[in-house]
Nanobody
Framework: VQLVESAGGLAQPGGSLRLSCAAS????????MGWYRQAPGKQRELVAA????????NYADSVKGRFTISRDNAKNTMYLQMNSLKPEDTAVYYC???????????????WGQGTQVTVSS
């Protein structure tokens, strides 16, 4: 599985950006997907995750109500719509895709290359 993220970008506080993550290769094996982010000097944190069918999602408290994760399995693409952006959202964002049940200890987690999101006036 290969994951390619769209370019991030620069947004003003209160603005919006949308990230995408396109999967290729053995996409039939992908189950859960999601996004992490890492700000300078901080640990990588889970931002949002989505189940294989798209019906179950979860979010970090810091982004609830502002970010929306979605996926289009027909296009093998996942999205992260980011609204009401704050300077503290500035980070490198990484998408991931799991095969098997990675959380239970079997399967593989694949990562995108990371994309910079900067929120600044």
């Amino acid at each position: 599985v290969q994951l390619v993220e769209s370019a991030g970008g620069l947004a003003q506080p209160g603005g919006s950006l949308r990230l995408s993550c396109a999967a290729s290769g053995s996409t039939f094996s992908i189950n859960a997907m999601g996004w992490y982010r890492q700000a300078p000097g901080k640990q990588r944190e889970l931002v949002a995750a989505i189940a294989s069918g798209g019906g179950s999602t979860n979010y970090a408290d810091s982004v609830k109500g502002r970010f929306t994760i979605s996926r289009d399995n027909a296009k093998n693409t996942m999205y992260l719509q980011m609204n009401s952006l704050k300077p503290e959202d500035t980070a490198v964002y990484y998408c991931y895709a799991d095969t098997g049940d990675y959380g239970l200890g079997y399967g593989i987690r694949y990562w995108g290359q990371g994309t910079q999101v900067t929120v600044s006036s």
